[in-house]
């Protein structure tokens, strides 16, 4: 009989393993299951498959199939060779008895039936019901009318009288949802809930969102299938029932609910219901509940899910501008219990930024264009002595050599077209160290019965770091330090300037560069007006130059401009000092003055040489000039308006102030007797110009050229961690201030104190990660320089727009013309906005054991006492300039005070891993209107648990969550599965397989202690030198 069987064409046939891992050949024909040696021996074993049942084990290290028995013979086991084929042989297995067959044929005669009443109620249609056909053949699909950025469609699931195969188990069950696309009919996974278990009736609290750029349609449909599941650690599941519905049946029903049969792959056996609730968050439901009971421990009580209607969090006019800001997201639902067993509503949201990209391309090219000026600054200083001539042709070189890789930098981002954040794989690559590491939005909408709709935001980011140029040597924070100590104790061939002096200079250049211009054109608007013999704007024109002119003569009120004029002078060739210099009490710079008898030898020197010869009055001289001809120009206009006013008399006494101008005829034509006096203002001030440029780019000179190259490789890493650090800070502001704009004492608050912005660091002090937090700490603490100014959009395009040069930015930041219209009139007029970052660091990983034992934390002690120091200082001025009511009621300032002082505490007591510093830091933030941000080494796993469980807290403290749940809506947040459109296995950022492992994978067992202290000293030996092997 079995050798007959050979000659038939099988149904399926593989290499299969079976019970003692012995290979088999699998030959299944109808409800025959043949098992042979090989492929083309004869069959061994021919197994039944009548009542029985399939059992399919999904794990991470083998994939495996067991068929139990109802008559109690053994168990066979089989093993596939993959998932794929595991699925397959599952399906077909289950389907090879003659019941399965019987349900088969009925399943497919309710579709023939189901077919034919579709296309009998309307013939005209295809075989989507609502689908049209487009002049291309191409057929349409009913979009779903929704509010604009809300999800397309939101639904919640529960289960009723769900089957279990043996009356004595409980069921752990979870749905996983399936699209059905209409024009591909193709069967794509798309979430799943949580496991829910014990119970045959469970409600399940993760529901399904669509984002509002999901192509889902009325005609799509969705599948729904229910899984038990017996062993959780192995991911061991079975199949219970499964259902279809489509998009339309829900949306269209009259109470927004459907209950639909679950049965077998066979479409025979009904195992349960299934109910789907569509959810429309924050809208009115006509005062319609839901009261759903259930059966479990953690679920005794009925949940009650009711709707009322709220203020809206945003509206439409807010979108265009927050659309060109964040992209891509993916969203989650949940349902938690309330104290008061009431439904609330959550909505997660995870979506990219376009700042990841934007803004370190805008810094880059202003820092190109900023390096340009500085190289030919230095051309321009004209002839030098050959060994400052020398320095200076050294110094451009290297500049020359930085600035073509900033270029370079620009030129590769400038071609990526890929995904619009930096995953945490890509941190090392050199092309994008400029840009930040999986910043994204992480928001929290939560819909309470009884309270006002709330959101909760947090920025999400990667630490802002050097990777690519590593931690060998510490980060910026040793580096910085280390070279400023070299500067001054090293004999370097140039004059020492301290870091303040160097500041200045790059200030004062600054300053001459947006000065200079403006007043020019100010002058020119001063002539026309006289030409046009219009007395008012001629007034106006007046104002604004003495404004600007007035700016510009103080920005040279400094000692470092008149003793850098010196030192400029001691560098030209041919200077040669006939009489030692006295030395000069000077608060800008310190020490004795050292000489040499020529140029050449000049060595490093600790202040300014002074030179008998030079005459440091002519400085005093030049720079005076400007604000005479100022004076000038002033006398003549009140001069020609005073003759305006009374132009039928005769021509008045003198004025006695215009003895200097020398100009003493006011007849004529105004613009006739403006002019001369116009050109000597600008010939005064060009003369101040070229000397002030020369001397500021000679202290710069001094800079470079007493740290080549250490000094541009020190900017290079500083200018890339501050990228990063500023693109979270944009995007942080932005929403900020989108979510805030109608709250008037927030908006007062903004102008009138600043804006708090708190990181929340999670990075250890051992190893590598300690040069990320010295690098994260230096570039937050610039951030403190970086100025923001709300303008009005002129065109669709609401990117913000970024000016200035290193460490004085300010970000523009472009808002509708609606949107623009709510902001105050201080706002409104371009005050300018100032920040106030604060970093708290606590490390929590094993590597910050280690730390804490053998290691050292001095470095988290003091970044967390300075920042301490700068909240309180924020609190201060909140507290002295802010209304006590500007606070929301439940947010005293009393409980401000006490929070600060329990941080205070906390910070002082060094406790080993006191994650209080950071709850208490977060609360603090929250209650000033602060801006969150949450931080790692890569923005992944850390991050995720710290903000999971500060999104559960505040539903804990702020919405009632339900004690009994908090664990549970813990689970939700955190688990896997329930993330849109992914494989069990898949890295939601990488998408790379990962195991969920550990990622140190060198500590032993710890029962092995237990045997020895001798074994605690060779295991904490083997652990150390293993770290150190692997981060060395």
Same mark, same amino acid.
């Given at each position: 009989?079995?050798?007959?069987?050979?000659?038939?064409?099988?149904?399926?046939?593989?290499?299969?393993?079976?019970?003692?891992?012995?290979?088999?050949?699998?030959?299944?024909?109808?409800?025959?299951?043949?098992?042979?040696?090989?492929?083309?021996?004869?069959?061994?074993?021919?197994?039944?498959?009548?009542?029985?049942?399939?059992?399919?084990?999904?794990?991470?290290?083998?994939?495996?199939?067991?068929?139990?028995?109802?008559?109690?013979?053994?168990?066979?086991?089989?093993?596939?060779?993959?998932? %794929?084929?595991?699925?397959?042989?599952?399906?077909?297995?289950?389907?090879?008895?003659?019941?399965?067959?019987?349900?088969?044929?009925?399943?497919?005669?309710?579709?023939?039936?189901?077919?034919?009443?579709?296309?009998?109620?309307?013939?005209?249609?295809?075989?989507?019901?609502?689908?049209?056909?487009?002049?291309?053949?191409? %057929?349409?699909?009913?979009?779903?009318?929704?509010?604009?950025?809300?999800?397309?469609?939101?639904?919640?699931?529960?289960?009723?009288?769900?089957?279990?195969?043996?009356?004595?188990?409980?069921?752990?069950?979870?749905?996983?949802?399936?699209?059905?696309?209409?024009?591909?009919?193709?069967?794509?996974?798309?979430?799943?809930?949580?496991?829910?278990? +014990?119970?045959?009736?469970?409600?399940?609290?993760?529901?399904?969102?669509?984002?509002?750029?999901?192509?889902?349609?009325?005609?799509?449909?969705?599948?729904?299938?229910?899984?038990?599941?017996?062993?959780?650690?192995?991911?061991?599941?079975?199949?219970?029932?499964?259902?279809?519905?489509?998009?339309?049946?829900?949306?269209?029903?009259?109470?927004?609910?459907?209950?639909?049969?679950?049965?077998?792959?066979?479409?025979?056996?009904?195992?349960?219901?299934?109910?789907?609730?569509?959810?429309?968050?924050?809208?009115?439901?006509?005062?319609?509940?839901?009261?759903?009971?259930?059966?479990?421990?953690?679920?005794?009580?009925?949940?009650?899910?009711?709707?009322?209607?709220?203020?809206?969090?945003?509206?439409?006019?807010?979108?265009?501008?927050?659309?060109?800001?964040?992209?891509?997201?993916?969203?989650?639902?949940?349902?938690?219990?309330?104290?008061?067993?009431?439904?609330?509503?959550?909505?997660?949201?995870?979506?990219?930024?376009?700042?990841?990209?934007?803004?370190?391309?805008?810094?880059?090219?202003?820092?190109?264009?900023?390096?340009?000026?500085?190289?030919?600054?230095?051309?321009?200083?004209?002839?030098?002595?050959? /060994?400052?001539?020398?320095?200076?042709?050294?110094?451009?070189? /290297?500049?020359?050599?930085?600035?073509?890789?900033?270029?370079?930098?620009?030129?590769?981002?400038?071609? @990526?077209?890929?995904?619009?954040?930096?995953?945490?794989?890509?941190?090392?690559?050199?092309?994008?160290?400029?840009?930040?590491?999986?910043?994204?939005?992480?928001?929290?909408?939560?819909?309470?019965?009884?309270?006002?709709?709330?959101?909760?935001?947090?920025?999400?980011?990667?630490?802002?770091?050097?990777?690519?140029?590593?931690?060998?040597?510490? +980060?910026?924070?040793?580096?910085?330090?280390?070279?400023?100590?070299?500067?001054?104790?090293?004999?370097?061939?140039?004059?020492?300037?301290?870091?303040?002096?160097?500041?200045?200079?790059?200030?004062?250049?600054?300053?001459?560069? =947006?000065?200079?211009?403006?007043?020019?054109? =100010?002058?020119?608007?001063?002539?026309?007006?006289?030409?046009? =013999?219009?007395?008012?704007?001629?007034?106006?024109?007046?104002?604004?130059?003495?404004?600007?002119?007035?700016?510009?003569?103080?920005?040279?009120?400094?000692?470092?401009?008149?003793?850098?004029?010196?030192?400029?002078?001691?560098?030209?060739?041919?200077?040669?000092?006939?009489?030692?210099?006295?030395?000069?009490?000077?608060?800008?710079?310190?020490?004795?003055?050292?000489?040499?008898?020529?140029?050449?030898?000049?060595?490093?020197?600790?202040?300014?040489? =002074?030179?008998?010869?030079?005459?440091?009055?002519?400085?005093?001289?030049?720079?005076?000039?400007?604000?005479?001809?100022?004076?000038?120009?002033?006398?003549?206009?009140?001069?020609?308006?005073?003759?305006?006013?009374?132009?039928?008399?005769?021509?008045?006494?003198?004025?006695?102030?215009?003895?200097?101008?020398?100009?003493?005829?006011?007849?004529?034509?105004?613009?006739?007797?403006?002019?001369?006096?116009?050109?000597?203002?600008?010939?005064?001030?060009?003369?101040?110009?070229?000397?002030?440029?020369?001397?500021?780019?000679?202290?710069?000179?001094?800079?470079?050229?007493?740290?080549?190259?250490?000094?541009?490789?020190?900017?290079?890493?500083?200018?890339?961690?501050?990228?990063?650090?500023?693109?979270?800070?944009?995007?942080?502001?932005?929403?900020?201030?989108?979510?805030?704009?109608?709250?008037?004492?927030?908006?007062?608050?903004? @102008?009138?104190?600043?804006?708090?912005?708190?990181?929340?660091?999670?990075?250890?002090?051992?190893?590598?990660?300690?040069?990320?937090?010295?690098?994260?700490?230096?570039?937050?603490?610039?951030?403190?320089?970086?100025?923001?100014?709300?303008?009005?959009?002129?065109?669709?395009?609401?990117?913000?727009?970024?000016?200035?040069?290193?460490? @004085?930015?300010?970000?523009?930041?472009?808002?509708?013309?609606?949107?623009?219209?709510?902001?105050?009139?201080?706002?409104?007029?371009?005050?300018?906005?100032?920040?106030?970052?604060?970093?708290?660091?606590?490390?929590?990983?094993?590597?910050?054991?280690?730390?804490?034992?053998?290691?050292?934390?001095?470095?988290?002690?003091?970044?967390?006492?300075?920042?301490?120091?700068?909240?309180?200082?924020?609190?201060?001025?909140?507290?002295?300039?802010?209304?006590?009511?500007?606070? %929301?009621?439940?947010?005293?300032?009393?409980?401000?005070?006490?929070?600060?002082?329990?941080?205070?505490?906390?910070?002082?007591?060094?406790?080993?891993?006191?994650?209080?510093?950071?709850?208490?830091?977060?609360?603090?933030?929250?209650?000033?209107?602060?801006?969150?941000?949450?931080?790692?080494?890569?923005?992944?796993?850390?991050?995720?648990?710290?903000?999971?469980?500060?999104?559960?807290?505040?539903?804990?403290?702020?919405?009632?969550? @339900?004690?009994?749940?908090?664990?549970?809506?813990?689970?939700?947040?955190?688990?896997?599965?329930?993330?849109?459109?992914?494989?069990?296995?898949?890295?939601?950022?990488?998408?790379?397989?990962?195991?969920?492992?550990?990622?140190?994978?060198?500590?032993?067992?710890?029962?092995?202690?237990?045997?020895?202290?001798?074994?605690?000293?060779?295991?904490?030996?083997?652990?150390?030198?293993?770290?150190?092997?692997?981060?060395?």
């Amino acid at each position: 009989m079995l050798l007959q069987l050979k000659s038939v064409e099988y149904e399926r046939e593989r290499v299969s393993f079976v019970e003692d891992k012995k290979e088999r050949w699998c030959r299944l024909k109808r409800n025959l299951l043949f098992l042979t040696k090989n492929k083309s021996s004869e069959a061994s074993e021919v197994v039944i498959l009548e009542r029985c049942w399939i059992v399919e084990f999904r794990s991470k290290t083998d994939v495996s199939i067991v068929l139990k028995f109802q008559s109690g013979e053994p168990d066979l086991y089989l093993e596939a060779a993959s998932k %794929p084929d595991c699925e397959s042989w599952a399906v077909a297995l289950g389907e090879a008895n003659s019941e399965g067959l019987q349900n088969k044929i009925q399943q497919l005669r309710r579709l023939i039936m189901e077919i034919k009443e579709e296309r009998s109620s309307d013939e005209a249609r295809q075989f989507v019901p609502s689908s049209q056909v487009d002049s291309l053949g191409e %057929p349409c699909f009913t979009s779903i009318q929704r509010i604009a950025n809300e999800p397309k469609l939101e639904f919640s699931l529960a289960c009723k009288d769900l089957v279990t195969a043996t009356r004595d188990r409980k069921l752990n069950t979870f749905v996983q949802v399936s699209v059905l696309y209409p024009a591909e009919h193709i069967l794509t996974r798309y979430s799943s809930t949580e496991i829910v278990e +014990g119970t045959k009736d469970p409600l399940f609290l993760t529901g399904v969102t669509f984002p509002p750029e999901y192509p889902i349609y009325e005609e799509t449909k969705i599948k729904l299938t229910v899984y038990d599941v017996k062993d959780k650690s192995q991911d061991t599941r079975s199949f219970l029932g499964c259902t279809t519905f489509r998009v339309a049946d829900l949306v269209k029903s009259k109470e927004q609910q459907l209950t639909l049969t679950l049965r077998t792959s066979d479409g025979g056996k009904t195992v349960g219901t299934i109910e789907v609730n569509l959810v429309k968050m924050g809208e009115l439901e006509d005062g319609e509940t839901d009261h759903i009971t259930t059966d479990t421990q953690d679920q005794k009580c009925a949940l009650v899910r009711e709707c009322a209607a709220t203020e809206g969090i945003s509206g439409k006019d807010n979108l265009p501008s927050l659309n060109a800001v964040l992209k891509n997201p993916i969203c989650k639902l949940y349902r938690f219990p309330t104290s008061d067993n009431k439904w609330m509503r959550i909505r997660e949201q995870m979506a990219e930024t376009t700042l990841s990209f934007h803004v370190p391309k805008e810094l880059i090219n202003l820092h190109i264009k900023e390096d340009m000026r500085r190289n030919q600054e230095l051309k321009d200083l004209g002839e030098l002595a050959p /060994h400052w001539d020398n320095m200076r042709k050294s110094v451009i070189a /290297h500049c020359d050599q930085m600035l073509s890789m900033y270029q370079d930098t620009l030129a590769e981002l400038g071609k @990526h077209t890929g995904s619009s954040f930096k995953s945490s794989c890509s941190k090392g690559e050199k092309t994008l160290e400029f840009i930040p590491i999986n910043l994204h939005l992480q928001r929290m909408h939560v819909h309470s019965p009884r309270l006002k709709d709330a959101l909760y935001d947090v920025i999400t980011v990667g630490a802002p770091a050097a990777h690519f140029q590593g931690f060998k040597n510490g +980060g910026l924070r040793k580096l910085l330090s280390k070279f400023e100590a070299e500067r001054r104790n090293t004999g370097y061939q140039c004059i020492y300037y301290s870091p303040e002096n160097t500041a200045k200079a790059k200030e004062v250049l600054s300053n001459i560069n =947006h000065l200079q211009p403006l007043i020019s054109s =100010h002058a020119d608007l001063l002539l026309n007006s006289a030409s046009q =013999h219009s007395p008012d704007s001629l007034k106006n024109s007046l104002k604004m130059l003495s404004e600007k002119t007035e700016l510009f003569v103080h920005a040279f009120k400094d000692q470092l401009v008149r003793s850098a004029l010196l030192a400029l002078y001691t560098a030209r060739p041919g200077c040669v000092l006939k009489k030692p210099a006295m030395p000069k009490n000077s608060t800008e710079e310190g020490g004795d003055l050292q000489h040499q008898d020529h140029p050449s030898q000049i060595k490093r020197q600790d202040s300014i040489p =002074h030179h008998s010869e030079y005459d440091e009055e002519e400085w005093d001289r030049v720079w005076a000039n400007v604000g005479k001809s100022l004076n000038c120009v002033i006398a003549m206009v009140d001069r020609l308006l005073e003759k305006d006013n009374v132009s039928n008399t005769k021509e008045g006494e003198n004025d006695p102030s215009a003895a200097d101008c020398k100009v003493f005829h006011t007849g004529g034509d105004w613009y006739e007797q403006l002019y001369p006096l116009v050109i000597t203002l600008k010939d005064c001030m060009g003369e101040v110009v070229t000397r002030a440029k020369q001397s500021m780019a000679f202290v710069l000179l001094q800079e470079l050229a007493c740290g080549l190259p250490q000094c541009l490789m020190l900017t290079l890493r500083r200018d890339i961690v501050f990228s990063q650090a500023l693109a979270g800070l944009v995007c942080g502001f932005i929403i900020k201030l989108h979510t805030g704009l109608h709250d008037q004492g927030f908006l007062q608050q903004l @102008h009138t104190v600043g804006l708090l912005v708190q990181y929340e660091g999670l990075l250890s002090t051992y190893s590598e990660e300690a040069g990320m937090l010295e690098d994260m700490a230096v570039g937050i603490s610039d951030l403190q320089k970086v100025m923001f100014k709300v303008i009005e959009a002129k065109s669709e395009d609401f990117l913000p727009i970024i000016t200035g040069r290193r460490e @004085h930015y300010v970000i523009e930041v472009q808002l509708p013309a609606k949107m623009f219209e709510l902001l105050p009139q201080e706002i409104k007029e371009g005050k300018l906005l100032r920040m106030y970052p604060v970093l708290f660091n606590v490390g929590i990983n094993e590597q910050q054991t280690l730390a804490e034992r053998f290691g050292d934390t001095t470095l988290q002690e003091n970044i967390n006492q300075e920042n301490l120091e700068l909240l309180k200082k924020y609190y201060k001025l909140f507290t002295e300039k802010m209304p006590p009511d500007c606070l %929301p009621h439940f947010q005293e300032q009393n409980d401000l005070k006490g929070l600060l002082e329990n941080l205070h505490q906390n910070i002082q007591a060094k406790k080993r891993k006191n994650v209080e510093i950071m709850w208490l830091a977060a609360t603090i933030c929250r209650k000033m209107n602060g801006v969150r941000f949450t931080c790692c080494k890569s923005a992944k796993d850390r991050t995720s648990m710290s903000v999971t469980l500060e999104q559960c807290s505040i539903l804990r403290d702020e919405h009632q969550l @339900h004690k009994d749940f908090f664990i549970r809506a813990l689970d939700c947040m955190r688990s896997r599965q329930i993330q849109g459109a992914l494989n069990e296995s898949d890295d939601p950022e990488t998408g790379c397989l990962t195991d969920n492992k550990p990622t140190s994978r060198h500590f032993y067992p710890v029962a092995l202690l237990l045997v020895s202290s001798h074994l605690l000293v060779v295991w904490l030996i083997l652990s150390l030198a293993l770290l150190l092997a692997k981060y060395q």
